[in-house]
């Protein structure tokens, strides 16, 4: 066991020494009875010594490889070669510093990146094997939207049939007014079947799921999540039983206060889950929490075509694939459409994973993102890179040296690579401190409805990446220029002084690939991000339709059920006339949701003396419900017709016989003639008819990006609200009216719930949160790679000039001039960047089709785009190349000669 | 450059002489290399640059290991034995041998 301890000892540095005494000695032995032999021979001592000496050969190669061959040896070599990495690094501070910069700045950018991608797109959701979850909602390919809910038969008889799921469940958002007699509160939640809570591996703290019976008479029972049970229970542990008031859902035909019994509290807090139709608008995200659930509605067998209200959610059977899953699901929906023609015609189920659905939105703009900081750690490496291998040039001479006096090869590639380990270790540390305060930084200004984007961060995961990424790029950075260095000629090298001329052309081609690599992949981002800055002027350009500056709007809501529906829309309309008297404000109205957050309410329209056509294949048009005086407020231009009057709020609730549609609308419906007095109904085609008095443009509700759809207005009188956003147009910037307003709402009525209170100019800036969040990071990475790649392009021009002192010296001297030297180094530079240029242009065109997603108005491949960020690289990279080769040429003959 | 590769042709073949010459007794480096020079009748000329490292190779492999004590002239010195695994080795080695160099002979025998 004695070579263990050997290893052990070894391995430490304290015994480093001991080590190389032990070594000592046993060669001076040998050398020793060398000597004594030769004496034997009849050598005299001094002879004989010498003798054993020659015999013996180089002590110091003897010694190297023995430290080579001992293998354990390394790490002690290891901190050798560290402690002599930091002495060499040291003294060229400049270099240090810059090297350590451009990587940390790369690194850091590529940690922020991944713990972004960690957070959003790899940790699993907080479900037990939530990667075998998926929603089932349904889509007609007939119909516009390419996907829509479910209807509470249909989720039945799926998960009755479907035998790719262990288990189905189906559930809708929804809201609840808790009263305590004093005040209300809104909370959040959920209505589900039963099997919801075991289908996602919630527990219960206390209590239990639904019973079968509650379950179908759609009982009066809760539960309720933790945080709720906390803060306004104090977490009483006997509360199960115990009944709450409530102020009904809106579609129960009483209102007033309800009892409801708790039934169970959960176990664990689960975000909303994205629903498949979200007739509520956005407020419920994957970064809210559930706060209640409330058994699912009534079974009613009429309601199988009603598709606006569920979604269902389901576990796949082990082994089961998401493709037979789908399969399987076509299947079924083919039969239920056999046997329900008139509702299930046309219509099949979509099954896509949990994971992916929640991700749907941010993912093409991450993986975009990871792309481009990949790029910019490219460039990055290939620019420290480079100045590594004008490093290596200056410091020929030291390794000529340390060979000569017998360093191995082998041990001199590891010194350089274990300094360009070092370096990025550095840089490493450096950028997981960046990356610190880049996710801050960058969380700013992330679209809101990413989902957990709160739980990025950097942790023990995140700063391994960082690590691992620094090792990586350490070898990465450091190989070709250890590699290149080490084909170095010894005795050439100590005589010339370091230009040992093949070595230096294969040095330069080394630059020049690496330089024109950096060239062709900053021209992929710079095109990139030209391409994403055009797009997004573009979105801003879109005529939203409204005048957005001094506009507030603030999202009311009152306690539903608490009063009858014709209260609801006294109670609006006193409130905006009371508005309209206040100083400052210009005018009010409401609308039942805020602008560019669309909420979707669509129906199936039947024009009048329109032929036939089936049920299912009906175009779509948008109902939306106003307050007398929306359009005054909005500034929407009035195209035919008349707008709303006093006497169009009267007639029956649920039926508006006039009403105004939007431009797009009127031109889908009666190309080339007056949609004033045309006639249509909604939702079925014996409904009472609705006649067109008013058109006006369209309005984007939707995203800008969105393209305009037919839309209707109803009078708010005749579909009264609970929930509307007042629109308050001020004469003074409306975020001074926004405590005025609120004063005002609720003194009208003290349980209202109050939303989104914001300027429009906000809530359209909020809008854009995705393509300004791209546009801004990408951007940031193009400049920052636009740099990297300018200086690295003057390094290699530098280098190549101070290469070619004696040669342009000699070139003066015979009489070339000034210009034409720079002329035939700029051409030089100009044919690296040429070449890297072509390379780019192929790459970005290969690459175009993954940004095209993320564009609006603008093709992946506009050539215009591409022609402009080449040529600024040309220029750039011109410039770069001048400014060397002009202070190069400006060296008199003389001296270039004489400096050789 | 042609050290190096005479280096790599060597060093199997090496290693396999080293294990030799101490099978029977434990011997320092001086001696190893008088050893194979006198086993070889003087043909084969061990370089220390080849030597030193492949002990310590042998001994961190574990098939040698060493020991300082006492030479025949009284001076300290550093011997080298052969461990278990070494002197199994050394039967596989010698038998790769036996059937390369015999592989070799019949191909310069033939035609």
Redesign the interface.
Known sequence: MSWLRNIVARSTGSSDAEFEGQLDDELQFHVDRQTEENIKCGMDRATARREALRQFGGVEQVREGVRDASRIVWLSDLFRDTKFSLRMLARSPAFAVTAVVVLGVAIGLSTTIFSFVRAILIEPLPFANSERLAVIGTFNSNREPPMTGASWPDIVDWKKSAKSFSDMAAFKNGDMDLSDGKSTQRIRGLFVTRNFFELLGIPFSLGRSFSESEENDSANALILNRELWKSRYQQKPDIVGDSVDVYSWIIRPEHGLSRWQIVGIAGQEIPFLPVAVDALGDRFGINDQVQFWRPIGLYDEAERKERWEYTAIARLNPGVTIEQARAEMVTISSHLADEYPEANNNWSARVTPLNELVTSDIRPALQLLSGAVAFLLLIACANVASLLIVRGIARQQEFAVRIAVGAGRWRLIRQLITESILLCLAGGALGALLSVWCIDAVRLFAPTKVPRLGEVSVDSTVLMFALGLSLMTGLFVGILPACLAFRTDVNGTLKSGGRGSSAARSRKRWMAILVGGEVAVCLVLLTGSGLLIQSFAAIIGVDPGFRTDNLMTMTVSLPQGKYEWKHNTEFCVELTSKLRTVPGIAAASAVRGVPTRETNFDAPVFIDGAPEIPRDERPDVRLRVVEPGFFEVMEVPLLEGRLFEPADSIGNIGHAPQIICNETMARRHWPGESAIGKKFCVVEADYDKMEVVGVVGDVQFGALVDEARPEIYYPEALFPQSEFTLLVRTEVPPEQMMGVVETLVRDAEPDVVITDTESMDTVLSKSLSKERFLVLLLSAFSLGAFLLSVTGHYGVVAYAVSQRRQEIGIRMALGATVPSIVRMIVSEGLLISGMGLVVGLCLSLALSQFLQSQLFGISAADPLTLAIAAGVLLVATSLASLIPSIRGARVSPASALRSS | MTAKERLELLQGTLDMLILKSICHAPM???GI??RIRQMSQEVLQV????L??????L??R?WI????GV?D?N????FYELTNVGQKQLGVETANWERLSSAINLVLATG
Request: proline residues 4%.
């Open positions: 320092h480096g001086f290399s008088v370089e220390q640059g080849s030193y490292p492949a002990l310590y190779r001994e961190n574990g290991k060493s020991e300082w030479s002239n001076r300290r010195a550093k």
